[in-house]
């Protein structure tokens, strides 16, 4: 509860140098405006009075304060208020001033806005009668005038009900009662919203998990995909050998396919997991209904069927959650399976291809070879030379000692015929022996050029050729093998398996539903809901009404 604030009343005495001269008194009537200017007869013209000059003097001063306009006509209404009659904004402001009247103070400001129209109109008849009752004489005075008491003052002695003190005192404690009521009210309302929106619900989740809730088993297990070490390995991929890493890929799969559709089709197919929820038995809450879609089935498997991955670890968390603990312990035991089958598929393919490629270079490289072979030796039993090179190194020998013999002749000769008397007989057979020689020699270089079977030197490119044709086919072979035991190492280390470190054992006492756990998360939920959403009314109401 508000209360207006209770101006102080004052009284105006006026000292007897005070009194007013009726001739400096401006009035307003109009008949007193002809005596006051033929007073004096000297002066011609209009002298305006000293409160004339005082209150322009004012209103320039209040002109200076740099008011807004939004003030000036909260002035004016103000002034209305109070009957005053004004002739601008800033009279309006120095006639309040005057009589000790704040216009923007915030409690003038609301009393504007407090009486209703009603009120207001028969305030200002009021106002209006009491001014036609005023003697003309007084509606001239501005300022305020003593009053002439008859008979004997009042006393300075009050009753208790009249002492401002104790006035004061039954004010506030009127307003602490009602404060302390209001305190009451809005306690019992907060509390009854809190039992509504937090109590209720909870007591009533916790009624759900303590009584009505079907127990349930969890079976846990653990289980670790590994990569098979490889001697050589070396690098960069040497340094995640045998950490998580090398097989984050394959773990993340893993665990996508144990809760994809695929492994809940096979599981429906081979043990009955949706049959097992529509047991009568479970809770409603829990148990799925009997014309229930593939949808429905799917979000129960994903609520029942937990798979968490350790990263730095490497290690797949498992965790199936079943009415009874041996169907717990069975759909385990399925997903593993399934699991298994998985991994063994993740790298088949590539195993496959790297081998089959291999093996298929391998084959082509030998067919090649022995084609080589086979031309090799054809050549060889065509030219009837075993070896190009030393049958050309043998005949070049050959036509080298001829030259040799044939220079020898040739200078037996030559000292032959030095002589004055030559022996005719020795001439002639130095020279048919050189004739013998150099056409055994021509003989020899047509031999080394060509022929009846061809020239030796194509006879020896071609048979070199096959020679170098086979060399090539022979390494290709070689190196189709390397590649072959490189990709039967590689597709051997590409190989997955999965090693189980936690086998899944059906629980005998249930796992869920931990009744304390839930109803005290059930608790903090509804009450963070109840807190937002009263912290968002309390914020929307303050923009309100502000």
Same mark, same amino acid.
Do not use: C
């Given at each position: 509860m508000t209360t207006k604030p209770k101006a102080q009343k004052f009284r105006i005495r006026r000292s007897s140098n005070s009194t007013v001269n009726p001739a400096s008194a401006p009035d307003p009537t109009p008949q007193s405006a002809a005596p006051q200017q033929a007073a004096p007869s000297g002066v011609s013209g209009s002298v305006d009075s000293a409160a004339t000059v005082s209150s322009e003097t004012d209103i320039d001063a209040i002109r200076q304060e740099g008011l807004t306009g939004r003030q000036l006509r909260m002035a004016r209404r103000v002034a209305q208020k109070n009957g005053l009659a004004v002739t601008s904004d800033f009279d309006a402001v120095r006639q309040l001033r005057q009589q000790g009247v704040d216009p923007f103070q915030r409690a003038n400001v609301l009393e504007l806005v407090t009486p209703n129209d009603a009120q207001t109109k028969a305030a200002a008849g009021q106002m209006q009668v009491a001014t036609a009752k005023v003697p003309a004489e007084q509606a001239k005075v501005q300022l305020p005038q003593t009053v002439q008491r008859k008979g004997t003052l009042p006393s300075t002695k009050v009753g208790a009900h009249d002492n401002p003190a104790e006035r004061r005192a039954g004010e506030i404690r009127r307003i602490q009662k009602d404060i302390a009521k209001r305190r009451r009210r809005n306690m019992l309302a907060l509390f009854?919203? @809190?039992?509504?929106?937090?109590? &209720? /619900?909870?007591?009533?989740? =916790?009624?759900?998990?303590?009584?009505?809730?079907? /127990?349930?088993?969890? $079976?846990?297990s653990e289980f670790v995909i590994?990569?098979?070490?490889?001697?050589?390995? =070396?690098? @960069?991929?040497? &340094?995640?050998?045998? $950490?998580?890493l090398a097989t984050q890929t394959d773990s993340t799969t893993v665990q996508s396919y144990i809760t994809s559709r695929s492994a809940l089709e096979r599981l429906n197919e081979d043990h009955g997991f949706a049959e097992h929820f529509m047991n009568p038995e479970i809770d409603a809450i829990q148990r799925l209904a009997p014309d229930s879609s593939n949808e429905d089935a799917f979000a129960v498997f994903q609520d029942h069927v937990q798979v968490g991955y350790d990263p730095t670890e490497g290690i797949l968390k498992m965790e199936v959650i079943a009415a009874d603990p041996d169907k717990s312990q069975e759909f385990s035991e399925a997903l593993i399976g399934y699991a298994e089958e998985q991994v063994d598929q993740l790298t088949q393919r590539v195993r496959s291809d790297q081998m089959e490629g291999a093996m298929a270079d391998s084959e082509q490289a030998e067919v090649r070879r022995q084609a080589a072979l086979a031309e090799l030796v054809a050549v060889q039993e065509e030219i009837q030379q075993p070896d190009a090179t030393g049958a050309t190194a043998a005949l070049q020998q050959r036509i080298t000692t001829l030259e040799i013999s044939l220079d020898n002749e040739r200078l037996n000769l030559a000292s032959l015929l030095n002589n004055r008397r030559p022996n005719e007989a020795q001439v002639n057979a130095a020279e048919n022996q050189i004739l013998f020689i150099q056409e055994q020699i021509d003989l020899l270089r047509g031999q080394l050029s060509g022929g009846e079977g061809g020239s030796i030197v194509s006879n020896n490119a071609r048979l070199r050729q096959a020679e170098e044709n086979y060399l090539i086919a022979v390494q290709k072979v070689q190196t189709s093998l390397a590649s072959l035991d490189t990709a039967r190492i590689e597709a051997n280390r590409q190989v997955r398996y999965m090693s189980v470190s936690v086998e899944p054992i059906a629980p005998d006492e249930a796992t869920y539903p931990k009744s304390f756990e839930n109803t005290l998360l059930a608790f903090l939920i509804f009450s963070g809901v109840y807190l937002m959403i009263s912290l968002t009314t309390s914020i929307l109401r303050e923009q309100v009404s502000s």
């Amino acid at each position: 509860m508000t209360t207006k604030p209770k101006a102080q009343k004052f009284r105006i005495r006026r000292s007897s140098n005070s009194t007013v001269n009726p001739a400096s008194a401006p009035d307003p009537t109009p008949q007193s405006a002809a005596p006051q200017q033929a007073a004096p007869s000297g002066v011609s013209g209009s002298v305006d009075s000293a409160a004339t000059v005082s209150s322009e003097t004012d209103i320039d001063a209040i002109r200076q304060e740099g008011l807004t306009g939004r003030q000036l006509r909260m002035a004016r209404r103000v002034a209305q208020k109070n009957g005053l009659a004004v002739t601008s904004d800033f009279d309006a402001v120095r006639q309040l001033r005057q009589q000790g009247v704040d216009p923007f103070q915030r409690a003038n400001v609301l009393e504007l806005v407090t009486p209703n129209d009603a009120q207001t109109k028969a305030a200002a008849g009021q106002m209006q009668v009491a001014t036609a009752k005023v003697p003309a004489e007084q509606a001239k005075v501005q300022l305020p005038q003593t009053v002439q008491r008859k008979g004997t003052l009042p006393s300075t002695k009050v009753g208790a009900h009249d002492n401002p003190a104790e006035r004061r005192a039954g004010e506030i404690r009127r307003i602490q009662k009602d404060i302390a009521k209001r305190r009451r009210r809005n306690m019992l309302a907060l509390f009854g919203r @809190l039992g509504m929106f937090v109590i &209720l /619900p909870t007591v009533a989740a =916790g009624w759900y998990f303590f009584v009505h809730a079907t /127990p349930m088993y969890g $079976t846990k297990s653990e289980f670790v995909i590994q990569q098979a070490e490889s001697s050589g390995g =070396g690098g @960069l991929g040497g &340094l995640f050998q045998g $950490t998580g890493l090398a097989t984050q890929t394959d773990s993340t799969t893993v665990q996508s396919y144990i809760t994809s559709r695929s492994a809940l089709e096979r599981l429906n197919e081979d043990h009955g997991f949706a049959e097992h929820f529509m047991n009568p038995e479970i809770d409603a809450i829990q148990r799925l209904a009997p014309d229930s879609s593939n949808e429905d089935a799917f979000a129960v498997f994903q609520d029942h069927v937990q798979v968490g991955y350790d990263p730095t670890e490497g290690i797949l968390k498992m965790e199936v959650i079943a009415a009874d603990p041996d169907k717990s312990q069975e759909f385990s035991e399925a997903l593993i399976g399934y699991a298994e089958e998985q991994v063994d598929q993740l790298t088949q393919r590539v195993r496959s291809d790297q081998m089959e490629g291999a093996m298929a270079d391998s084959e082509q490289a030998e067919v090649r070879r022995q084609a080589a072979l086979a031309e090799l030796v054809a050549v060889q039993e065509e030219i009837q030379q075993p070896d190009a090179t030393g049958a050309t190194a043998a005949l070049q020998q050959r036509i080298t000692t001829l030259e040799i013999s044939l220079d020898n002749e040739r200078l037996n000769l030559a000292s032959l015929l030095n002589n004055r008397r030559p022996n005719e007989a020795q001439v002639n057979a130095a020279e048919n022996q050189i004739l013998f020689i150099q056409e055994q020699i021509d003989l020899l270089r047509g031999q080394l050029s060509g022929g009846e079977g061809g020239s030796i030197v194509s006879n020896n490119a071609r048979l070199r050729q096959a020679e170098e044709n086979y060399l090539i086919a022979v390494q290709k072979v070689q190196t189709s093998l390397a590649s072959l035991d490189t990709a039967r190492i590689e597709a051997n280390r590409q190989v997955r398996y999965m090693s189980v470190s936690v086998e899944p054992i059906a629980p005998d006492e249930a796992t869920y539903p931990k009744s304390f756990e839930n109803t005290l998360l059930a608790f903090l939920i509804f009450s963070g809901v109840y807190l937002m959403i009263s912290l968002t009314t309390s914020i929307l109401r303050e923009q309100v009404s502000s």
